[in-house]
């Protein structure tokens, strides 16, 4: 549980979520592997970290990213887009945009857009076309065709079903749809209460499904038919031989 200002995304505070995560599960000789999280998370940097530490990042891709251009195909080898008429937009150089993250710019010479008879369905209000992609296009596409699998979806509907009813608990059995101390300290004190909170009760709850037994065999009695008194004493003793051998 951390709490943070709202006046940031909430893909920029998952680098501190992250690093706090792995220490803890450090220390218990845990690895992080799978992470789950919503699409207000999702962004280029995060993808690239999270690949880079080997962790899956099952974050849904933001709306606004599209994998691929309608008319437009890239090249990977020639880092280069071909329109439907067969021009290509070859990588011109790096920008950045209001967020400060950076992208690529792609873009064909003026005079071959303004000869182009497709320019006005391409380009109409500008000189050229344009074609701008973030540098961590592959990250986004491969998470991206995470999304779309099976596992993908599965693993949708496993956030959907275990985070977002904790939110809604503690907006509304909790009290943390208002907070009523000041500052930034005072609100991650009252949410971790919240969360030992929740967390007891729901261990409170928690009934384990294994049944633990034993079972214990008794010798049978080592008498004879008969029940006469010597063979009795005589027994134990050539069994005790016998397990010693």
Not at 78 to 107: M, R
């Amino acid at each position: 549980m951390q709490a943070d200002f709202a006046d940031k995304r909430d893909s920029l505070h998952l680098p501190r979520l992250l690093t706090g995560l792995q220490r803890r599960l450090q220390t218990h000789e845990l690895r992080l592997r799978n992470l789950l999280a919503d699409a207000g998370y999702a962004n280029g940097p995060n993808y690239a970290r999270l690949e880079a530490e080997q962790v899956t990042a099952w974050i849904p891709v933001f709306g606004q990213y599209k994998p691929d251009i309608e008319g437009f195909t890239y090249n990977r080898r020639t880092d280069a887009f071909t329109c439907p008429e067969g021009q290509a937009l070859p990588f011109q150089k790096y920008d950045t945009n209001q967020d400060g993250g950076w992208h690529k710019i792609y873009c064909a010479p003026c005079r071959t857009c303004q000869q182009c008879p497709r320019k006005p369905l391409c380009a109409p209000r500008a000189k050229r076309k344009q074609i701008n992609r973030t540098i961590y296009d592959a990250a986004y596409r491969r998470a991206w065709l995470r999304q779309q699998t099976r596992r993908g979806q599965r693993q949708r509907r496993v956030r959907q079903g275990t985070v977002e009813p904790v939110f809604g608990n503690l907006l509304h059995h909790y009290g943390l749809r208002r907070l009523n101390v000041r500052g930034h300290a005072g609100a991650h004190k009252t949410m971790l209460l919240t969360a030992v909170a929740y967390n007891l009760k729901k261990l409170l709850k928690h009934h384990t499904q294994q049944q633990v037994g034993a079972v214990v065999a008794l010798p049978k009695p080592l008498l004879a038919a008969n029940g006469r008194a010597g063979r009795r004493s005589r027994r134990p003793k050539a069994l005790i031989q016998a397990l010693a051998k």
